[in-house]
């Protein structure tokens, strides 16, 4: 079945250091992958997104490649701020029939110090 | 994209009791999904539901424990039902975006369930 495997935490950085979460997948067919961010206290948000190989999303200075020869879609980040802490999930939702539920890795909590 | 209004935002239940959670959506959807994640954990998909059908539970998820009701296009409710304090979770709804966000998906702000 479908999987996606994401580098645990907790990940410490100083304010301006740059960010890579590493996400790898696996999952039949051609998934559509999500980054979703969950701040302290909140609901889960979109952050970005990438539905073919090669699409990069980007958002709020995140970005995330789709890289089909490696299963991955690391995100990334040049300059994280105090406000970037949160929790970072890798999702996938395998395309194809009716089969639109997503499959989450298992969270990466970021801290960002000033 | 859709806007979700879930509650309870939290509550505190007694072990053996029910809890009724609702998921409003402002827009017609055809899919719902309902997710559970346990304290540290990532996000399980417990059913997907849709209206006018019974809803489809995934391995290890119930319907005599999870009851899902899906009555229309724009509601639909979970029961957590006899429960224990293993069933202290957060539990999420989750419809598929439209708009700008489309090919993700919009979740609900959650219900923080305590079971003592």
């Known amino acids: 079945g479908d999987s996606v495997t994401q580098m645990e935490g907790p990940v410490t950085l100083s304010e301006e250091a740059f960010l890579t979460i590493n996400c790898t997948y696996t999952?039949?067919?051609?998934?559509?992958l999500f980054w979703y961010v969950q701040y302290p206290g909140e609901g889960l948000q979109l952050l970005l997104k990438?539905?073919?190989?090669?699409d990069k999303g980007s958002n709020k200075g995140f970005e995330a490649t789709y890289r089909k020869e490696t299963t991955s879609f690391h995100l990334e980040k040049g300059s994280v701020q105090v406000s970037d802490s949160a929790v970072y999930f890798c999702?996938?939702?395998?395309?194809?029939?009716?089969?639109?539920?997503?499959?989450f890795g298992k969270g990466t909590l970021l801290t960002v110090n000033p | 994209s859709a806007v979700i209004s879930q509650k309870p935002s939290r509550d505190i239940c007694q072990r053996g009791t029910s809890l009724t959670i609702q998921c409003q959506v402002d827009s017609q959807v055809t899919m719902m999904f309902w997710y559970r994640q346990q304290p540290g954990q990532s996000l399980t998909l417990i059913a997907t539901a849709n209206q006018g059908s019974e809803a489809t539970y995934e391995s290890g998820f119930v319907i005599d424990k999870f009851p899902i009701s899906r009555p229309n296009l724009t509601f639909s409710t979970l029961t957590v039902s006899n429960m224990s304090p293993e069933d202290s979770s957060i539990y999420l709804c989750?419809?598929?975006?439209?708009?700008?966000?489309?090919?993700?998906?919009?979740f609900g702000s959650g219900t923080r369930l305590t079971v003592v």
């Open positions: 999702a996938l939702s395998s395309s194809g029939g009716s089969n639109y539920k997503l499959t």
């Open positions: 990438a539905t073919k190989a090669d």
């Open positions: 999952a039949t067919g051609y998934p559509s």
């Open positions: 989750s419809v598929p975006a439209a708009g700008p966000k489309a090919g993700g998906y919009t």
